[in-house]
């Protein structure tokens, strides 16, 4: 990357709003997993190579987005919620995919580091800036479910669903005995309808 841990820590803030551990995490992630799949400047000309999976919305998220760019509307950030401080890095051009999960032990680490800071936050702060990544970070390289329809760009494809119809994009749809289905009419959702306004 192009850009300092400072640097970045400082676009980090500015997107969410604070400097927690978790955007030290983040941010150093992005760093690393850019470097190992070989993406020098994320948010430049190298911008089109990269995408990232994220495995949980918490401050981590945007700190890997504020480090290298990607966005959910560009489709080069994707959600798997998991629950999981963890991000899949993939240079589309190599095909190159490294995972980089945070290690709970981090956090021990920190205590024993840093026992003058009675602020745990804190002590998190100083030690997740100067503790080694394999120190941080559990990382394996792997490969990555990804095809067309997962592409930045225009969509590669539009359907309706016959029963809401609403238009799904990009083939998120579900064939069930010859009838196109949206997920949340065929399995639920994270909604229920009650009323339309």
Sequence with gaps: MRQSLDEILTEC???HGHLCAGQLLGARM???GCRLIEVEDPRGADRK???VWVEIDRCMTDAVSAAT???LGRRSLKHADYGKVA???FNVETERAVRIAAMDE???FADKLFPAIENRKERQLCAYREL???ELFKVEMVKVRYDEMD???SPRSRVTCIECGEGINDGREINREGHVLCRPCNNGGYYTRTADI
Excluded: N, Q, S
């Design 106 to 108: 981090a956090r021990a």
């Design 132 to 134: 080694r990544d394999e």
């Design 13 to 15: 803030e500015k997107l």
């Design 49 to 51: 190579k990269l995408i």
């Design 30 to 32: 992005a760093i690393l």
């Design 69 to 71: 760019g990607v966005r």
């Design 151 to 153: 592409r930045p760009g």
């Design 87 to 89: 991000a899949t890095f």
